[in-house]
């Protein structure tokens, strides 16, 4: 049996957000507000307090399931590039990531780009979760995020 090959293991979906970038960010940067938009339900809450800075920053993530996630920050720069991978507590990433990339577009529009990258994912158990992880997934968080940032 083999596996999906690399660019099936790359996941993307993109959207313009009538918001600007730094407002946009805060939603996903500060991680008691993901489970406000998370797309893929996955997510319960988030203590607030945790609101990432840079590289290296870990956040603690309950998931709707009730367990517990440490998200590794891989990625940062502040108001246009964010991106962790999620581990067990204490255990090392089994390597999949998570990244938003925000481009302005002007003061008040932003395009959004929202990845799944399971390419070094070695936790053949996750595999299945990992694989049902699709665009439209993506899409749906970028959809509620869009709903929330352009309320605001």
Known sequence: MTG??????????????AAPA??????????????????NDNLAEAPGGQRVRAV?????????????RENHVVEFVEQRRIAWRPSEPGKPAPGHLWRWVLEPIDVSHTRVT????????????????????????LRASLDRLADLAERA
């Open 4 to 17: 999906p090959d690399e660019s099936e293991r790359v996941v993307a979906a993109s959207r313009d957000i």
């Open 22 to 39: 730094a407002e946009i960010f805060e939603l996903i940067a500060e991680p008691s507000q993901q489970p406000r938009w998370d797309g």
């Open 56 to 68: 290296g920053d870990v956040f603690v993530m309950t998931l709707t399931v009730g367990s517990v």
């Open 114 to 137: 929202h990845t799944y990258d399971w390419t070094h994912l070695t936790d053949e158990q996750r595999v299945p979760r990992a694989r049902a992880t699709t665009a439209d997934k």
